[in-house]
T-cell receptor
Framework: GAVVSQHPSRVICKSGTSVKIECRSLDFQATTMFWYRQFPKQSLMLMATSNEGSKATYEQGVEKDKFLINHASLTLSTLTVTSAHPEDSSFYIC????????????????FGPGTRLTVL | AQKITQTQPGMFVQEKEAVTLDCTYDTSDPSYGLFWYKQPSSGEMIFLIYQGSYDQQNATEGRYSLNFQKARKSANLVISASQLGDSAMYFCALAWTGTASKLTFGTGTRLQVTL
């Protein structure tokens, strides 16, 4: 399957600082990348969808000024958590989407290994 | 509204036995894709299997097969010959044609494989 990397895998920061997380598709071009967050023992919640070269589309309730997403190329998207606070502590996972599947017209998402953010 | 339901929060299965993880969904859109992902304790989401709404045959991928019953709106995952390494969270997910592959996930089932 396709490979997606994330960096860093774990970050601990002080309240009020900003944290940048990188998501890279290593062996395919991801026209669309997605960012999710996952709280302990819960499912993934989509935060935003980003397409290369255009502004990200945020899900309802997600603060776009707090979670800045940049999709600079077909292989790189970044998520910056600005002025992080303890309630932003979570597991953040990105995914990249590639070729379509048949009549469905959609595409499988391949996920990165995730970044565990702890804000003190 | 788009909804995926996984009614089994936890399942146990003995090594080498088969297990079925349930998934039902709600949609009025005739064109959609169903996915199953595995999430081990490391956190990575691993793609297992895909079923398109128009696919005539149930999807299979190695030890994984999808029991797709379109009329019942169910897409159960069957794992044959369970292995200890299969212990993980399993998520069912659905994407609608008009949502640019945006996935909606179920709440997950934690599978524990025992000796």
């Amino acid at each position: 399957g396709a490979v997606v990397s994330q960096h860093p895998s774990r970050v601990i920061c002080k309240s009020g600082t900003s944290v940048k997380i990188e998501c890279r598709s290593l062996d395919f071009q991801a026209t669309t990348m997605f960012w999710y967050r996952q709280f302990p023992k819960q499912s993934l919640m989509l935060m935003a969808t980003s397409n290369e070269g255009s502004k990200a589309t945020y899900e309802q309730g997600v603060e776009k000024d707090k979670f800045l997403i940049n999709h600079a190329s077909l292989t790189l998207s970044t998520l910056t958590v600005t002025s992080a606070h303890p309630e932003d502590s979570s597991f953040y996972i990105c995914s990249g989407s590639m070729a379509s599947f048949g009549l469905y017209g959609g595409a499988t998402q391949y996920f990165g290994p995730g970044t565990r953010l702890t804000v003190l | 509204a788009q909804k995926i339901t996984q009614t089994q929060p936890g399942m146990f299965v003995q090594e080498k036995e088969a297990v079925t993880l349930d998934c039902t969904y709600d949609t009025s859109d005739p064109s959609y894709g169903l996915f199953w992902y595995k999430q081990p304790s490391s956190g990575e989401m691993i793609f297992l299997i895909y079923q398109g709404s128009y696919d005539q045959q149930n999807a299979t991928e190695g030890r994984y097969s999808l029991n797709f019953q379109k009329a019942r709106k169910s897409a159960n995952l069957v794992i044959s010959a369970s292995q200890l390494g299969d212990s993980a969270m399993y998520f069912c997910a659905l994407a609608w044609t008009g949502t640019a592959s945006k996935l909606t996930f179920g709440t997950g089932t934690r599978l524990q494989v025992t000796l």
